[in-house]
């Protein structure tokens, strides 16, 4: 059977390992098995929220509220803008998916750093469009000048914090760049780790209200997956001017996103104490990583979310991830992004000393 031939170029996202497959294909106990792959929060969700959703469970039956009224509201009174400056979708990635299909013929630009998230890509590819990557693989802002100068662009993606490397650009130098850019060009936020960043440094805080008032081109995203521990309930949202928000509903299926994940969210977002809880636990966590890779000389990005991405030498990196895997810890392997490294999520205490124990065994590490 022949498709459209511009599936030929367009790459299958391969998400991090599910446990289930560990499971299945390492014969690991599923309680032995530490997922540190994807960046969800290691410390689960909020007892508030489960609760919430036991009660909720019960309207399984009914289609969800397709206005998405309560959910709207809370985000719109948490960012300080209106119910009609918010889009929700099943994970923000769905709402990274309805940017670029209203922005994009086969004649558009899409400009994005060199490693960065993996679906601008993809969905930039299912319209033809073509790709523009800046040389450095972290974000370099002259860098996106240069290229935007001589070649326009359509869409821009700034990921603020940027994953896979886990660095963030200072929010300053992000509206500085804001004002340079043409009106017609849309410019995305992904803001789907902020919550860390501006935990860790407030100069890399996004003022999301300021943005959109400011730039009418620009578009915030935000997600449950990460911070507020949602990951397996595909709920996130989009924050923008009415006319970019309207013209994303046009592609918007109805009923994207379930009661559940629904009712999820408004009642995260009323806990926030559990989040700072776990974003506080994720920085001390982080340092014993940075503590344990200056000791053993391994380089590292300092990273402003819940993952470190690590270089492992001489050691080959796609080996590494493997032999962790087998002994029951999924890590990201970096070699597809093209860096011999990993990405590990930053997990609990515990699981944090297994990784350090397995990685000293598998880099032949001396104790020092
Ligand atoms: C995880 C992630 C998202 C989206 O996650 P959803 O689960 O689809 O909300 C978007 N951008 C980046 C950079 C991410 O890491």
Redesign the pocket.
């Known amino acids: 059977m022949t498709f459209n031939s511009v599936l030929d170029n367009v790459n299958i996202y391969e998400a991090g390992k599910p446990i289930e497959l560990v499971v299945r294909d390492y014969g690991i106990d599923p309680k032995d098995i530490i997922k540190l792959a994807s ?1 969800e929060n290691p410390y689960g969700t909020s007892p508030k929220v489960i609760k919430a959703l036991q009660k909720k469970s019960s309207s399984a039956f009914v289609y969800p509220d397709d206005s998405m009224y309560e959910l709207k509201e809370a985000l719109a009174k948490r960012f300080r803008v209106e119910d009609k400056n918010v889009i929700i979708g099943a ?4 709402i ?1 998916e309805f940017c670029v299909h209203a922005k994009c013929t086969k004649k558009s630009k899409v400009l994005m750093a060199k490693t960065t ?1 993996a ?1 601008y890509e993809i969905y930039a590819k299912q319209t033809s469009a073509t790709i523009l990557k800046t040389p450095s693989d972290q974000h370099n802002l002259d860098e996106f000048r240069k290229i935007y100068e001589k070649e326009g662009a359509d869409i821009i993606f700034l ?1 603020l914090p940027n ?1 896979p490397m886990g660095e963030c650009l200072d929010a300053k130098d992000v509206y500085k760049f804001l004002d340079e850019i043409d009106k017609d060009t849309l410019v995305v936020l ?1 803001g ?2 902020q919550e860390y960043a501006s935990y860790k440094d407030s100069a890399k805080k996004i003022d999301v209200k300021k943005v959109i008032k400011k730039y009418p081109n620009v578009i915030y ?1 935000g ?4 911070a507020y521990a949602l ?1 397996g309930l ?3 949202y989009g924050i923008a001017n009415i006319n970019i928000i309207q013209n994303l509903y046009k592609l918007r299926p109805p009923f994207n996103v379930t009661t559940l994940s629904l009712e999820a969210g408004k009642i995260a977002l009323q806990d926030e104490k559990f989040v700072q809880k776990c974003i506080k636990k994720n920085f001390k966590e982080m340092k014993r990583y940075e503590k344990y890779c200056v000791n053993n000389s391994l380089k590292f990005i300092p990273s402003y979310t819940n993952f470190i991405t690590i270089y492992t030498g001489k050691a080959i990196s796609k080996e590494i991830a493997q032999k962790l895997l087998e002994l029951g810890i999924i890590v990201r392997d970096m070699t597809g992004y093209g860096q011999n490294a990993i990405r590990i999520t930053i997990g609990t205490k515990e699981q944090n000393k297994k990784v350090f124990k397995s990685l000293d065994k598998l880099l032949n590490l001396k104790k020092q």
Do not use: E, H, W
Request: some cysteine.
């Open positions: 960046n994970g923000s990635d769905q990274i998230f679906m990921c994953n992904d789907a780790y995203l997600t449950f997956s990460k990951g595909r709920v996130g």
